[in-house]
């Protein structure tokens, strides 16, 4: 029985991929699970691994093409057996997508009578034509890349870069300066800000916090941990130990708003944000509720060296339910973070710095760390996050009520 071999949505937003690499060649024989081929996402550079064992074939992309979420580019076989035929290969990126696109074309339908014969035919990406509206492209004039000529935000694009309009809105005598322009991921991380700070009802809540207690743990779990695992906990570990413990009292901080209500997760699913070259990827340690300290740590390093090294797996950043993003490192004394979508908080950790604070009526110098948590207003009431956000503080005060002594 043959396999396609498709380019693969990661997300929802997700409509292409850009073909990196492929790890093994025509007629090489591959084992499941293991690295197929390298494709660069909206968020990172990722592997795709062989859905079966057997022989490739019937590969039909190279390295740098942009390929639609869903189209067969290759086939597993087995020995001596051939790949199906290229009409049985066009068929497969459709049906891919059949049901979203059925869905979206009727909402086009609906949202845009007043459209012209030749736009309303054609079936377009929301993404795509958001941006036609913002760049001020006309989509009837777009030809479509996309299984059955469907119109990307690819398209749109690359027909503003072509108009007339944009090339001659401006000239060297007006504009002094250089562009930089970004990449994927950066203009990924641009779209995803706005939608999410101009869709997401923000608002934010801070506490500054003794952090002598979180130091004294680490110190004495630091020793014994590097000694039988060979690996550096750091304060962010210890965070996310902490914080997805407590998560779990508080479901209302460990949802995801939907149009049908707030869906509320039995896990957490630890997002850690982490800075590559071009943007800020936010790594995922599933089921931290229950991981150790070591296991976090371990898994923290791991990704982290595959998302500098531009080698994330699509498990790598999937599915997180809540994230944390710590700046301490940089020298941050406090901030505020976006959130997520569709998570429904983020935590914001600035740095450990020692501070004159009154204890006891006296003044004393302590250790002293800010916490901002940001919550979608949707989700959670500012009654609910200051709840949360206390039983945070009383877990950082008391590491050990929650994690081994």
Known sequence: MAFSV??????MAQETGKLIAWRKQEGDRVTKGEPLLDIETDKAVMEVEAPADGILAGISAAAGADIPVGQTIAWIVAPGEKPPPEEESATAAPAARAVSQKTESHAAGAANLSESSAASSARISPKARRLAKELGVDIAAVRGSGPGGEVLASD??????????????????TISGRLEVPSTLGRLMAERTTQSW???????ITRNIDASALNQYREKVIAEIERTHQ????????????TSRVLLKHPRLNS?????????YDHVNMGVAIAVNDGVVAAVIPNAHTATLPEIAQQRRDIA??????KLRPTDIADATFTISNLGMYHVDQFSAIITP???AILAVGSIADRVIAVEGKPA????????LSCDHRAADGARAALFLNEVVEAILNPSNLLPR
Do not use: C, K, N
């Open 6 to 11: 498709v380019m693969p949505a990661l997300e």
């Open 256 to 264: 995801s708003w939907t149009a049908d209500g707030i869906r509320l």
């Open 365 to 372: 110098v302590r250790p002293m760390m800010a916490l901002t």
């Open 231 to 242: 690996i550096r906990i750091t304060h962010t570990d210890l965070l996310v130990a902490l």
């Open 305 to 310: 060296e595959r998302a500098r090294a531009g």
């Open 198 to 204: 101009t869709s997401v009802p923000h608002f934010f």
């Open 156 to 173: 749109v694009q690359a027909a503003a870069a072509t108009s007339p309009v944009a090339s001659s809105a401006a000239t060297p005598e």
């Open 342 to 344: 569709p998570q429904a």
